[in-house]
């Protein structure tokens, strides 16, 4: 379920080259699988290029921003 999930985020994201949108699913992966960080309010996950700022609340990730450097 939660992988679909991922992939559903992802997937609005169609206007972006292959190598980028595979960089975001795997932050968005990776702040996903952190059960122990908290969020209060804003966060942010860098890649290589590409960044993502996002809130959580309890199992809710909100991602608020995407963006690359590509």
């Keep these: 379920m939660k992988v679909q999930m991922i992939q559903r985020a992802a997937d609005v994201l169609f206007d972006i080259p292959g190598e980028v949108h595979e960089e975001i699913i795997a932050l968005i992966r990776a702040v996903a699988e952190d059960p122990e960080t908290q969020v209060a309010d804003l966060a942010a ?9 996002y809130t ?10 995407v963006g690359c450097a590509r």
Excluded: S, T
């Design 45 to 53: 996950a860098f890649g290589e290029w590409c960044w993502l700022v």
């Design 56 to 65: 959580r609340r309890g199992d809710v990730i909100e991602v608020l921003d």
